[in-house]
């Protein structure tokens, strides 16, 4: 289902795209069989009950309310692992993805960290990238999301980070679509050049506690390598099991990011992340062609009455006028790497601490210090 609106895509002889090589490539080297699968996930289930003794916590997991992170939080429950769970509260979660939270608290009965930003704080940074006019105006949510979980497995000590990206549905995308998630001098050159407001209560994973957090090596698990991956089975028994409720668009826990997808990417962008879904899911054989093109021809909105309710809506959140949203989104795009970039010395930096991390008295002494800071 790509195209050209991936502007890297290339395309062999055959006419079948790089995307597809890719993705049998990486399936091939990443997906274990039916039987090895459980093999590994009950190994891994008693390594991690194991490494959890003496501990409050087996493990970390992330929940927004979505798929996937529901999924793993059936998964943690049913294997016993006591878990503390930690959502990212950004002022964007729908009525529903709040609900399906609520549940699944409730339902599993384990300790839930919230932690909420300041809005308008936040409301300050997506307005600058927006400004900036870079693709990936997700950066902000998923930064802090990847920046707080291994802050507070660092604060409790947990040695596991359980999280769940279907690779088998969510390999595949525009190699212009999207942006590195933690380059932090980007994060921080886009809001200084078009923010106002300084950023309090956002996560900051600084560097001296990502090298603890690499030091103590604490290990951050796709557990969905290890066990379903069909979203059908998957709906099927979270519905079940939580009495959790879809939405009606991959990633619909949040309003904003589903306006992104429905409104911002594809008029401002020319992008569709249905195209590169539902390639996987064809690669998967979980849908065949011709029900991905089905899909692709529906409208991101089903009515025009929803499409300006919510354009309303977020532009109201935004602070933004009619006048004010159009000029955005009618700056030429900038790439973000435009903007100062921390990705030409990132790799240096990790030689270095792979290094250092083998040097236990100097663990033991960034312990002591991070401990006694936190107090």
């Known amino acids: 289902m790509m195209d050209t609106t991936d502007k890297f895509i290339v395309f062999d002889k055959n006419g079948v795209c ?91 009965g384990y300790d839930y960290f919230n932690y909420k930003v300041d809005y308008d704080e936040f409301i300050d940074l997506q307005r600058a990238y927006l400004k900036a006019s870079v693709v990936d105006i997700e950066v902000p949510t998923d930064m802090a999301i990847f920046s707080l979980i291994p802050k507070i497995a660092l604060k409790y000590d947990v040695k596991y980070i359980l999280y769940g990206t279907n690779i088998e549905t969510e390999s595949t995308m525009g190699s212009n679509w999207n942006y590195t998630k933690m380059d932090r001098r980007n994060l921080e050159t886009i809001h200084k050049t078009f923010g106002e407001k300084e950023l309090k209560t956002y996560p900051y994973y600084k560097p001296m506690e990502q090298l603890l957090f690499k030091m103590k090596k604490i290990k951050q698990i796709n557990i969905l390598l290890y066990d379903e991956c069909n979203y059908s089975i998957i709906k099927d028994v979270i519905s079940k099991e939580f009495g959790w409720e879809a939405y009606s668009v991959k990633h619909g826990e949040s309003v904003f990011t589903k306006f992104y997808q429905s409104y911002i990417l594809p008029r401002k962008f020319g992008i569709d992340k249905r195209k590169a879904h539902l390639s996987d899911q064809i690669n998967s054989h979980h849908i065949t062609r011709a029900e991905a093109l089905n899909v692709l021809a529906t409208p991101l909105y089903l009515t025009k009455e929803e499409e300006v309710a919510e354009y309303n809506h977020v532009l109201d959140r935004l602070g933004f006028t009619d006048v004010e949203f159009e000029r955005i989104m009618n700056i030429p795009v900038k790439s973000h790497n435009e903007y100062s970039t921390s990705m030409l010395y990132g790799n240096f930096i990790d030689r270095i601490i792979l290094k250092l991390i083998e040097f236990k008295p100097l663990v033991s002494l960034l312990t002591k210090i991070y401990q006694k800071n936190k107090k």
Do not use: Q
Not at 28 to 46: A, G, M, P, Q, V
Not at 66 to 95: C, P, Q
């Open 18 to 108: 790089n995307h597809c090589h890719s993705y049998d490539e990486y399936v091939k080297n990443n997906i274990l069989s039916s039987s090895d699968k459980k093999k590994f996930l009950k190994e891994l289930i008693s390594l991690i009950k194991k490494e959890g003794e003496g501990r409050k916590y087996d493990c970390i997991i992330g929940l927004s309310g979505g798929m996937d992170s529901s999924y793993v939080a059936y998964l943690v429950k049913k294997y016993n692992l006591r878990t503390l769970i930690v959502h990212f509260d950004n002022g964007w979660d729908t009525e529903v993805a709040t609900e399906n939270v609520k549940k699944i608290i409730k339902k599993t």
